[in-house]
């Protein structure tokens, strides 16, 4: 043999290979022969299942052929319509199990085939010799009923006419008249029981009656028609017994023998598929013993070269394999092996055997290397350890530093909440205009504060994963309200202009987070206004609806600005915490560099997110999404119900127009838009149900359009005015002037109707002027329940303004002490956060002590809804947030204490 075919042989993958295919062509050939003992099975117990079939539908043919002849005996007897239709029933059957019993037998069968036509013949006979029944009878009926009947009632009004004369004469009339009685009943029994001594009786009776009329005297006339209707009578009688005896053959004989013969060809039938049946079950059990014998030889010879593969297995690889092992194990164990078996077996054991010679001699060199190995494992051991402590030092210095943050910002909080109440205080008091600038001024700084304050504690709750977002129900208009107020001012102070835009069609209510979706608004829009030098802020809102959800809303606003902008290693982390775009910016405009991070987790907390793109010395645009709902009803941002205008006429400097067209859209009348050059072309088109705006950027464009404006006022046309932020004079001298409605930016949907529904004729000195409301003066008898000395004097001095009495308690055990003493107090204002005993803890007490009805409100600097519920849980009837404001303060208080009636002058 070639030496390559050698090494194969030896190969012990080879043999094992050879080995795993003939167990392989084993299992083949078993499961070959399975597979064909299956199909011989279902190919038999399919032919056995058939004859069953057939067997059964015979029985039921047999069944229903003795069903039918029982059925046309009743039909005979009683000619009932009901068992026509169950004979109709019973046939149809019979039919479909025939047309059945065909589909199911051989086409080469031609003994069984010709068995069933025969059948089916012999069906289609009996068929129609009923029908045949059917007609006889319903003969018979008529001709006794209509014919035989009627003729016999004749002859009786006949006999009734004869005028007797002498006895003898009625003796004979008489005798006549029972003899055609007699043939009448016999006739009625004839009917219920054809047999023929009804028909003797009748034709004797008959020829009686017939013989006794004709001994009287009757007129020529008369005779003849007494003598013509009883042939009638005899013929009618006649054919009654031929119809009869007609039917009765076809039910009594041949519909019999059809129905017998039937029966004999269903027996041979039976007969046939009952021997068919013990055939097939006898070649599935030979079958069935063929394929077990064929299956043990299979299993034994299977076994058999099992077990002598197995021996083959044990000798050729396990048992070498188990001793290679064992010198592995001492090889492992470091100890000294004197031989190693197999090194000289050509196949893969040999190669094992020789690798376990290299491993022995690598063992001995690995043992000097584990020795420096075990020194710089102690080495790392040691680096791990101090690796851990480090890491444990990293994530207390972080957990403190969070901890840290929200205590000072708490800390922090308490004297501004006194400030800034002093500040609003201070703001009530009379003060000349140079100390209300400087009072203005003051208050912007400690607002500024508070943000930065709130977005330290803000940031340390992120951290530590405590900040949660809320789901109410909110008014947008309120939420924009909010946020033009605080970024107006600055804008104006910066001299820029700041262009508002709403979707018209955005639900003025939502379901969210107001305070955060504010939150992150005012971020990114004081942001735009600190690093713009000049230009402007365009600040975009737009919506549309979560796909795969009923009520879902995505908004989206842009906040665009004309600033100093970011290059692209700046945007790679300006939602950094504590980063801004780099160092020059944080000492030329300040601040943390919490905003933006900040920002980017509350928006990811709503199912938003946050994008920039940005110019260098061009400007920034930011992008932010919140995922929201809406309310099953809630009306558009913008809403308006014009009374009687006719149409709105728009006259701007193209294509810089101050009002987004698309509000313009959204408006429910006939809108008109034309250069401001047009307005005087078009102040003859312009009625005086309809309004117009116009768009005035500076005092030019103002003196331009002076006469214009002059001749809409004197026909007594309504208009108003719409300005950029920027000149910030410019409106307050058009009201003035004018007297008419001035629309400046930046603007809501909600100020834009309210312009539009104004009343124009109004006094600009009133227009102007400040009218302080006075605070309401209420009844009762307040506990303060504060810590702090400051805010004891802030909130004290807003009880005193409110005609309030009151009491001071220093913490939460003073407060228990007081109301338990000197139970006369009308509510209780409770400081959430103090020592000895906070707010919770005292408030739970009071509750315990017996005063279930005691009006308590808590007062916090915790604005989180979860800081409401666990107020209201610990007890408490309301909740205000710190920093307290008289306004606030005074809507609380009137909910609960009645207010003062008027001091009365004299």
Known sequence: MPDWFLLVIRSLRVQVFLVLGVLVGLLIWQGFLARQAQNEYQQSLSQGQQAVLKVNLVRELERDVLDLQRNVLIFKETASPSVVSRFDLIMANIKANLAALTQMVDNNDNEELQRIANMQSHLNDYQVNFSAV??????RKEVFEDDLLLEMDELFRLLERYQWKTPQQQLTLTEAKFYLSRAK???????????????????QAISVARQQTSELAWSAELRDTIDHTFEDVENDFFQLTQITRGYLYLVNVVMAGSANEFLYLAKQLNSLE?????EANTHIKQGLEKTNRQMLWSSVLSITIAALIALFFGYRVMLPIKRITSVFNKLADDENIDKIPGRSRQDEIGELSRAAAVFHHKNQQTEELLSRAQELNSRQIAMNQELSLAKRKAEQAT??????????????RTPMNGIIGLLDLLGNTPLNDEQREFLKKLSLSSQILMSLINDILD?????????????????VQSLFDNLLANITTRAREKNLNVHFFVE??????????????????????????????????DIRLEHQPIPDTEHGVQIRVDVTDTGIGMNETQLATIFDSFTQADGSTSRTYGGTGLGLAIVKNLTELMGGGVAVTSTPNVGSTFSVTFSLSRPDKSPAVLQWKPTDKKTLWYFCKQPDALLDTRYLDALPVEVKQFPQAELGNRCEDIDERDEVIIDIQDLEQHLALKAQIETLQQRSIHFLFVTDTQPLNLGQLLAKKWHTAVLSHPFTPNQLVQALDRNLQTDSS?????????????EGHVLLVEDNAINQLVAGQMLTRLGLTFDVAE????????IVNSPHYSIVLMDIQMPNMDGYQATRMIRERGFPDLLICGLSANAMQEDKDKALAAGMNDYLTKPIKLVQLEALLSKYLPQSPPVETS
């Open 134 to 139: 059917v007609m006889d009878r319903s003969r």
């Open 185 to 203: 009943t016999s006739a009625f029994r004839y009917v219920l029981s054809p047999e023929n001594q009804y028909v003797e009786a009748f034709q």
């Open 274 to 278: 009952t021997q068919r049946l013990i």
């Open 399 to 412: 957990q403190s530093k969070s901890m840290f943050l929200a205590n000072m910002s708490h800390e922090i």
């Open 459 to 475: 940031f340390s709750k992120i951290e530590a994963g405590k900040l949660h977002i809320e789901t109410i129900e909110f008014s």
């Open 504 to 537: 018209p069609t955005l639900p003025s209510l939502l379901n969210g987070d107001p305070l955060r979706i504010n939150q992150v608004l005012l971020n990114l829009c004081t942001n735009a206004i600190k690093f713009t030098r000049n230009g402007a802020i």
């Open 766 to 778: 009133a227009e102007l002027a400040i009218i302080e409301r006075p605070s309401k003066q209420l």
């Open 811 to 818: 913490d939460g055990q003073q407060a228990v002490t007081k």
